[in-house]
């Protein structure tokens, strides 16, 4: 079982699901139509879900089960997605492959990973059930086999620390990698976000009036579209200014000289294109967003590579630890709920310090300084 991206003759893209023989999984093709195209999802979100679904069809087809059988006996996928390392769980590894090791192993995969898969598996089953595709009963034993309260804790944000994201701007060989680090850091873009920018979105001037936005000073629209040809899509349906500080703004300048040097970028409306590999003009894929961030960990000699997602979240978790309400940092990162927000406000020790510190002392309060 294998995650495969799919190029429809309109030019809509969205990802499925193959099994060993190269054809395509109708529950999971099913499933994953619906979120491309029947909830107007983004192609990244359906890449996401199927290579969860494919993790899960796979520990199916190696012990024996029916997806439908699975689908009853979550408690027992989640302990192999836990310590299933790749050589368990890849779609190259031959299928007899079993995983041995105990509680005390460390982890193969941590709490946001596991319950992000099996927020697909449940999307996958309750779409089964409602095509007709599976019995009703599945839906009842799903949640109570892995509901809420047994899934891992999430105790910590996965984001990238202060000190990785200025190691990476540090690593990066051009004017336009360090925009997008900066993008993601310090605007909260997600990868689909970023390469749907056109230059039409971003406005830098003091009073952006004259081009008819009344919003203030320099910031940037995050715009849904739906016919990008890199096919990168913004999540969310809602529209969104984000402001953008002097650090952005003055890499904004400095990728736009680079830019210059490119004839071929000039026709361009996007603001992120290849510039030194071909073709050269198009517009980045967010595919290409990844692969540039794990070349510049590298490069900064990082023990494991920044995701643009740990970037996105190390926005949301600065925003948070400088005071700003929830839901003010959702709207920042375009969440649809503020609830999506709740993970960004664990105060680091630093800030649980200074709330302590900042209480007066009862000789304080009563006016006593001796």
């Known amino acids: 079982m294998r995650a495969f991206p799919v190029v429809l003759p309109s030019g809509a893209r969205f990802w499925t699901v193959l099994d060993e023989d190269l054809a395509v999984v109708p529950v999971a093709d099913g499933f994953l139509r619906q979120v491309r195209?029947?909830?107007?999802?983004?192609?990244?979100?359906?890449?996401?879900?199927?290579?969860?679904?494919?993790?899960?069809?796979?520990?199916?087809?190696?012990?024996?089960?029916?997806?439908?059988?699975?689908?009853?006996?979550?408690?027992?996928?989640?302990?192999?997605?836990?310590?299933?390392?790749?050589?368990a769980s890849g779609a190259g590894t031959p299928?007899?492959?079993?995983?041995?090791?105990?509680?005390?192993?460390a982890p193969a995969r941590g709490a946001r990973r596991v319950n992000g898969?099996?927020?697909?598996?449940?999307?996958?089953?309750?779409?089964?059930?409602?095509?007709?595709?599976?019995?009703?009963?599945l839906v009842?034993?799903?949640y109570e086999v892995a509901g809420d309260r047994d899934l891992p804790e999430e105790t910590a944000v996965d984001r990238a620390s202060?000190?990785?994201?200025?190691?990476?701007?540090k690593a990066c060989l051009s004017a336009r990698d360090r925009l997008i680090v900066l993008l993601m850091a310090r605007a909260g873009l997600r990868r689909g976000e970023l390469c749907g920018l056109r230059r039409s979105d971003v406005h830098l001037l003091a009073d952006s009036r004259p081009l008819g936005c009344e919003i203030a000073r320099a910031h940037l629209h995050v715009v849904r579209r739906g016919d990008n040809p890199n096919?990168?899509?913004?999540?969310?349906?809602?529209?969104?200014?984000?402001?953008?500080?002097?650090?952005?703004?003055?890499?904004?300048?400095?990728?736009?000289?680079?830019?210059?040097?490119?004839?071929?970028?000039?026709?361009?409306?996007?603001?992120?294109?290849?510039?030194?590999?071909?073709?050269?003009?198009?517009?980045?894929?967010?595919g290409g967003i990844g692969d540039l961030l794990a070349a510049a960990s590298r490069r900064a000699g990082l023990?494991?590579?920044?995701?643009?997602?740990?970037?996105?979240?190390?926005?949301?978790?600065?925003?948070?630890?400088?005071?700003?309400?929830?839901?003010?940092?959702?709207?920042?990162?375009?969440?649809?709920?503020?609830?999506s927000s709740q993970v960004y406000l664990h105060p680091d020790?630093?800030?649980?310090?200074?709330?302590?510190?900042?209480?007066?002392?009862?000789?304080?309060?009563?006016?006593?300084?001796?």
């Not at 299928?95 to 192993?105: K, R, T």
């Not at 995701?307 to 990162?333: E, K």
Request: net charge positive; with cysteine; charged share 15%.
């Open 231 to 286: 096919g990168a899509c913004a999540k969310s349906r809602r529209q969104r200014s984000v402001p953008l500080d002097f650090l952005v703004v003055q890499a904004f300048d400095t990728y736009a000289l680079e830019r210059m040097t490119i004839p071929r970028a000039a026709g361009s409306d996007f603001v992120l294109v290849n510039l030194f590999r071909g073709p050269v003009g198009a517009p980045m894929r967010p």
């Open 162 to 169: 202060d000190e990785e994201i200025v190691a990476l701007l």
């Open 37 to 87: 195209f029947g909830r107007d999802g983004a192609e990244l979100t359906t890449k996401s879900y199927a290579h969860s679904i494919a993790l899960f069809l796979r520990w199916c087809a190696r012990t024996g089960r029916s997806w439908q059988e699975g689908a009853g006996q979550l408690g027992l996928f989640m302990t192999w997605l836990a310590h299933a390392g790749p050589a």
């Open 349 to 370: 020790p630093g800030r649980l310090r200074a709330a302590v510190d900042a209480v007066p002392s009862p000789r304080e309060q009563a006016g006593v300084t001796w």
């Open 303 to 339: 023990a494991a590579a920044v995701t643009p997602h740990q970037l996105r979240h190390a926005f949301g978790s600065n925003t948070a630890d400088a005071g700003c309400g929830i839901d003010v940092v959702a709207d920042l990162l375009g969440h649809a709920s503020v609830s």
């Open 117 to 137: 898969v099996l927020t697909a598996v449940r999307g996958m089953v309750v779409h089964a059930v409602a095509a007709g595709q599976a019995p009703g009963h």
């Open 95 to 105: 299928s007899p492959g079993g995983v041995l090791a105990g509680p005390g192993a």
């Open 140 to 142: 009842t034993l799903l």
